[in-house]
């Protein structure tokens, strides 16, 4: 049973340019969340998606950064316009739903996207 | 809210000797906890995970966490370091119950382990 599979796994793009970060969860697992980890930090939750549903974006910037989960394919954390500080690793993780339809909260994570901006 | 503090960003043992990672959490409902750990350039593994059962909770890798919430406390330990067990540790709260406090996973800064040969 594959796990949770993030690509590409080292991203290096240019100031202004636009970073797509691709990730798709384990086999059966409905809920994906992308987490950011800075240099020397622990990871930062930032968006939590259904199928076809956002349903918790706070922890995304308000610009630049959005993210999707299509019924089809994997979900995309997109990056526009990209800037030094936009430099870590980004993290995708999913999880099950819950016998009562919420999300079980242990999630299960990829091995991570790391993007370089020069 | 919640909030988790790992009291030690660096941890050096020498192979064979115990290993105690320190882990003090804040939580508004009765948490969940968990350790991951995370090898050079790799994702994130579950070591191990209390849901307000058992209070020792058992993992992988001989790994082993206790739940005190007299302390608010949940440190991992090891009986006898390997060399394999160098890595970062992360400890994470969230809550046992529905909400964003359910899904939002809060991490710890990290604990990076040093197995000394």
């Known amino acids: 049973n594959a796990g949770v599979m993030q690509n590409p796994r080292h991203l290096v793009r240019r100031r202004g340019q636009e970073a797509r970060l691709r990730c798709s969860p384990m086999k059966g697992h409905s809920h994906v969340y992308w987490y950011r980890q800075l240099p020397e930090e622990g990871l930062k939750f930032m968006v939590y998606l259904q199928k076809e549903n956002i349903i918790d974006e706070s922890g995304m910037p308000k610009e630049r950064f959005s993210a999707e989960f299509p019924k089809e394919g994997p979900s995309i954390l997109r990056i526009q316009q990209v800037v030094r500080g936009d430099s870590a690793a980004y993290f995708c993780?999913?999880?099950?739903?819950?016998?009562?339809?919420?999300?079980?909260?242990?999630?299960?994570f990829g091995p991570g996207t790391r993007l370089t901006v020069l | 809210a919640q909030s988790v503090t790992q009291l030690d960003s660096h941890v050096s043992v020498s192979e064979g000797t115990p290993v105690l990672l320190r882990c003090n959490y804040s939580?508004?409902?009765?948490?969940?906890l968990f350790w991951y750990v995370q090898h050079p350039n790799k994702g994130l593994q579950l070591l191990l995970k209390?849901?307000?059962?058992?209070?020792l909770v058992k993992g992988i890798n001989g790994f082993e966490a206790e739940f005190k919430k007299s302390e608010t406390s949940f440190h991992l330990t090891k009986p006898s370091a390997h060399m394999s067990d160098a890595a970062e540790y992360f400890c994470?709260?969230?809550?046992?119950?529905?909400?964003?406090?359910?899904?939002?996973?809060?991490f710890g800064k990290g604990t990076k382990l040093s197995v000394i040969p």
């Open positions: 939580s508004s409902y009765s948490p969940s």
């Open positions: 994470v709260v969230t809550s046992a119950y529905s909400g964003a406090g359910s899904y939002q996973l809060t």
């Open positions: 993780a999913s999880s099950q739903i819950t016998l009562a339809g919420g999300s079980s909260n242990e999630q299960f």
């Open positions: 209390y849901t307000s059962a058992a209070t």
